[in-house]
Each structure stands twice: as C-alpha cells, then as structure tokens.
C-alpha cells in the first residue's frame, strides 16, 4: 500500500505562485506514475498533470500548460507541482495520486492511490 499526503496549498493573488508538494510513504518502490488532479464543488476531478516516476516525460492539459510544472524526488519519494501565474480558475482542491503500474496516465481511474488533496484559492 502506498500513503499520498499533500501540502502546500494555500491562498495567492491571481499572478502569483504556488508550490504542491506530495509526499509517499508505504510501499513507494511500487509507484511507476504520479499525477495531479483538481476538483471544484459539483464537478469531477480534472487532470491537471503526470509524469512517469522513472522518466522525464511529463503531460499536460491545454488549460495549464507551459505555466504549471510537475516534478519528482525519487530518493524522497516526494511530488512536487509548480504552479506560476495562477488565475482565478485555478481555484480548486488538488489531489495528487500514484499508480503502480508502468504507463503513463490521464484518467482518475487509472491511479491505484489517492492524497486527502490540498485547497487552493486564488483570488482575483
């Protein structure tokens, strides 16, 4: 079993920056692929970004590209999303998750483990 917790969530003006940092503990020789996603109220979770743990290779959606930056520290087992020039629509829990399986993934199904997720506001 593998444990996700994030941190680093908080409240920022729209234009500022955020750092998620997601943390794995358990069995974290296990974890092939990390992923972000985000909900907000009434709606489903959306992917925001993923990577394969052992690769460079990352993804992501049009609505985030080139401001937001998934990374990883593979001897700390730790997630990290850089978020830069974060607009009002940004707002939303973010969830980091892992899958055990090698591949790379987009859909919240596909990921075996889930964080609580981290509250994110940005005001406008």
């Known amino acids: 079993q593998v444990q996700l917790v994030e941190s680093g969530g908080g409240l920022v003006q729209a234009g500022g920056s955020l750092r998620l940092v997601c943390t794995a503990s358990?069995?974290?020789?296990?974890?092939?692929?990390m992923g972000w996603f985000r909900r907000t109220p009434g709606t489903d979770r959306e992917f925001v970004a993923t990577m394969a743990w052992g690769g460079t290779t990352s993804y992501y959606p049009d609505s985030v590209k080139g401001r937001f930056t998934i990374s990883r520290d593979n001897a700390k087992s730790t997630a990290f999303l850089q978020m830069n020039s974060l607009k009002h629509e940004d707002t939303a829990v973010y969830y980091c998750?892992?899958?055990?399986?090698?591949?790379?993934?987009?859909?919240?199904?596909?990921?075996?483990?889930w964080g609580q997720g981290t509250q994110v506001t940005v005001s406008s």
């Open positions: 998750a892992a899958q055990d399986s090698v591949g790379i993934y987009y859909r919240e199904h596909e990921y075996n483990y």
């Open positions: 358990g069995l974290t020789s296990s974890i092939h692929a």
